[in-house]
């Protein structure tokens, strides 16, 4: 018998948000729990693991017990747990994991281990209000993840069931950002704040940064050669080697109005890249007799302003559905890990105690 009906609690803490969530019928949304630790990490300019893995330590419970108690339902009312066990830092990973398997035996529960790049594409079909409509997902889609760690395009045939088309083969465009703002001395964390920078620039106003295609079919990204252009735009010429580079000038040298056209240029050329491979993915699945019903965006640059803009428009002028996340779930959640693991519910597909941490994703 087809089990339809799922209240999961999930948990995730595979970087820096610890985080816990119950999800209804792998749709709606109850509870939405995220503890982040950027003031931890601020002062070093990005995670650092052990500090996360301490932090884990101790948000996990409080924010396990806000997610119940948010949801108003109760441990005993749950029918699973779900926990992010790949990918992520692995000093991290264990903190979730181990409190999911805790609750899981404890509480006589199943317990779901669910891939965090997967979960981020299944954000966009969450929904916060059960009141309103939530039509059942259409497949094939295009699947889109912009994080922290990856740049990928997917043909997804179903919640669980993807492979992928293109991947980034240096920086992730979250990782560009956020080294885009220490050469634009932003601030931290930097993608949200080299967005709302570039939001008050002109980008008509600065020479345009380079987008790299990679030849005429690749559906991969690179993001390094953009970084370095931002670089030497920022700093002038580079002079000596390694450690002993210098350079010319420093973002201290720019004035507000140069940085914020600067952050728009790096933004064009950031978005402009994904823009143009989601085109050439379609234009290929077309010619295959496999056009795609809807473009599925997730992960963390998916509340970029710019990015959430342009994918609209590009679905209108491709005549594809875009779903985006919700901006409560673009960057890393738990509830995203609960919607995509009442999946495996439904087929009683569950995991054991043995449940491992994986540092990468097989997606
Ligand atoms: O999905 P996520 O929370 O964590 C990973 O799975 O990696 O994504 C985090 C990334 C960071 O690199 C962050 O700078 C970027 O998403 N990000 C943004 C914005 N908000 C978060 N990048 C550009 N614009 C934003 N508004
Ligand atoms: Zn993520």
């Given at each position: 018998m087809t089990v339809k009906h799922s209240l999961i609690l999930a948990l995730e803490s595979s970087c820096d948000e610890t985080a816990a969530s119950v999800v209804k019928d792998g749709r709606v949304i109850l509870s939405n729990v995220i503890a982040t630790q950027h003031d931890l990490h601020e002062q070093y300019g990005g995670v650092v693991p052990e500090i996360a893995s301490r932090a884990h330590i101790e948000k996990i419970l409080p924010v396990i017990d806000q997610a119940i108690k948010q949801a108003s339902v109760t441990f005993d009312d749950l029918d699973a747990i779900a926990v992010g066990n790949r990918p992520g830092l692995i000093g991290s990973l264990?903190?979730?994991?181990?409190?999911?398997?805790?609750?899981?035996?404890?509480?006589?529960?199943?317990?779901?281990?669910?891939?965090?790049?997967?979960?981020?594409?299944?954000?966009?079909?969450?929904?916060?209000?059960?009141?309103?409509?939530?039509?059942?997902?259409?497949?094939?889609?295009?699947?889109?993840?912009?994080?922290?760690?990856?740049?990928?395009?997917?043909?997804?045939?179903?919640?669980?069931?993807?492979?992928?088309?293109?991947?980034?083969?240096?920086?992730?465009?979250?990782?560009?950002?956020?080294?885009?703002?220490?050469?634009?001395?932003?601030?931290?964390?930097?993608?949200?704040?080299?967005?709302?920078?570039?939001?008050?620039?002109?980008?008509?106003?600065?020479?345009?940064?380079?987008?790299?295609?990679?030849?005429?079919?690749?559906?991969?990204?690179?993001?390094?050669?953009?970084?370095?252009?931002?670089?030497?735009?920022?700093?002038?010429?580079?002079?000596?080697?390694?450690?002993q580079v210098k350079f010319e000038y420093s973002a201290k040298d720019l004035s507000q109005t140069d940085k914020a056209n600067l952050a728009a240029a790096f933004q064009a050329a950031a978005i402009g890249a994904i823009n143009k491979k989601i085109h050439r993915a379609l234009d290929q699945l077309d010619?295959?007799?496999?056009?795609?019903?809807?473009?599925?965006?997730?992960?963390?640059?998916?509340?970029?302003?710019?990015?959430?803009?342009q994918m609209l428009a590009l679905g209108q002028e491709r005549g594809l559905k875009v779903c985006l996340p919700p901006m409560s779930v673009c960057l890393d959640n738990a509830a995203m890990l609960g919607g995509l693991a009442h999946h495996r519910f439904i087929t009683s597909d569950f995991d054991d105690l043995n449940l491992p941490v994986i540092a990468t994703s097989s997606m």
């Open positions: 264990l903190i979730a994991v181990s409190a999911a398997k805790s609750l899981a035996w404890s509480l006589g529960k199943p317990l779901i281990g669910v891939d965090h790049v997967q979960a981020h594409l299944y954000a966009a079909d969450l929904v916060m209000d059960a009141n309103l409509p939530w039509p059942e997902p259409v497949y094939p889609a295009l699947g889109l993840v912009v994080s922290g760690g990856h740049t990928c395009l997917y043909d997804v045939t179903g919640a669980l069931h993807m492979s992928r088309m293109g991947r980034t083969i240096d920086d992730a465009i979250g990782e560009a950002y956020d080294k885009a703002a220490v050469i634009l001395d932003a601030g931290y964390p930097g993608g949200p704040l080299v967005d709302k920078l570039a939001q008050s620039g002109d980008v008509t106003a600065v020479a345009p940064l380079p987008i790299s295609m990679l030849g005429k079919t690749s559906l991969d990204f690179s993001y390094s050669g953009l970084k370095t252009a931002l670089l030497y735009r920022v700093r002038g010429k580079p002079t000596g080697k390694g450690k010619e295959q007799g496999k056009m795609p019903k809807r473009l599925l965006v997730g992960g963390g640059v998916s509340a970029n302003s710019q990015l959430r803009k």
